[in-house]
């Protein structure tokens, strides 16, 4: 049988979000007997439908939604755009209704990352509204607990809702230690509880 992997799904324009997406692939990976597959979305256009390349130049390739219907777990991560998520990754989510009809993600484990450029400017209203689409799909949503001792000294990114990063104005700011320990234990925590709920199978892939 095929290893059963999380699913990292992002989408970042500048790479903050990239860097995360890196380092919760980095914690489901600390957990034996499961493997992260990293995947990205192309971007869209706000006048019409871009036409991408099938492969990207670099990083991670573009997400089907075969890979999405076979993950054991899912992490979502997105910039904060005007307090939501980013286009690219509601639109291939607008995509997955097939997956809604035959109910492939219920009871699978998802978590959820974002990236801003201020520190308040949105980060839990972007992790909550990212959740929605996950729990009409019967998804088991998963936070970060407060038992993460990051969460309780955090200067920069870190809430209950998910991993996050605050990224400054010119998006200059790497992730801080606690951000990137935050972000290892969301995918860690996603890890255990595909397995613990029971999600064993991964793809042909
Ligand atoms: C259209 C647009 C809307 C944005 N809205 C917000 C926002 O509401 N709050 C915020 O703090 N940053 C906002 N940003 C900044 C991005 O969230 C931030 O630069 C993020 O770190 C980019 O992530 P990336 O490097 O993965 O692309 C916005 C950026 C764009 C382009």
């Not at 489901?28 to 099938?54: H, K, N, W």
């Not at 520190?119 to 799909?137: R, Y």
């Not at 890890?191 to 709920?197: D, N, T, V």
Request: glycine share 12%; with cysteine; proline share 6%.
């Amino acid at each position: 049988m095929a290893e059963p992997y999380i699913l990292v799904l992002y989408y970042s324009r500048h790479g903050a979000t990239a860097a995360m997406a890196s380092q919760v692939a980095r914690g489901v990976e600390t957990i034996a007997g499961i493997g992260a597959r990293l995947r990205t979305v192309p971007a869209i256009s706000a006048t019409c439908e871009a036409v991408e390349d099938t492969i990207p130049a670099d990083g991670p390739l573009y997400c089907e939604l075969d890979e999405l219907a076979a993950c054991a777990g899912l992490v979502l991560g997105s910039p904060t755009r005007f307090g939501n998520m980013a286009a690219p990754l509601k639109y291939f989510l607008d995509q997955s209704s097939g997956l809604w009809l035959s109910g492939a993600l219920i009871d699978k484990p998802a978590a959820v990352f974002t990236s801003t450029s201020s520190l308040h400017g949105g980060q839990e209203s972007t992790l909550l509204s990212m959740l929605l689409p996950l729990l009409h799909h019967g998804m088991v949503v998963a936070g970060l607990p407060y038992s993460e001792p990051g969460l309780m000294t955090a200067t920069a990114g870190g809430t209950p809702y998910g991993a996050s990063h605050w990224a400054g104005p010119d998006n200059q700011k790497r992730l801080d230690p606690q951000e990137a320990a935050l972000c290892r234990a969301l995918g860690a925590r996603v890890g255990r509880l595909a397995l613990s709920l029971g999600q064993h199978s991964g793809d042909a892939s």
